[in-house]
């Protein structure tokens, strides 16, 4: 689990013991971190189903990489 390296009220009601081993990351990366591991994940679900549809993973990607 990852969380914000900036101080929040929230962060008070988590354990001693959560805080210690939690990493924490600058916003500007952990959104980065986030957005890269969702896409990354939903991609290699959809591109299969696209290869079944006709579309070769390579085309698949290379699509995904003009439409950014």
Request: include cysteine; aromatic fraction near 10%.
């Amino acid at each position: 689990m990852r969380l914000v390296k900036d101080a929040f009220p929230e962060m008070d009601s988590l354990p001693q013991e959560v805080r210690d081993v939690t990493a924490r990351l600058s916003a500007d990366y952990l959104i980065h971190d986030l957005q890269t591991g969702h896409f990354v994940t939903v991609l290699r679900f959809v591109s299969p189903l696209m290869a079944r549809l006709g579309v070769p993973e390579r085309r698949f990607f290379i699509n995904c990489w003009q439409q950014c």
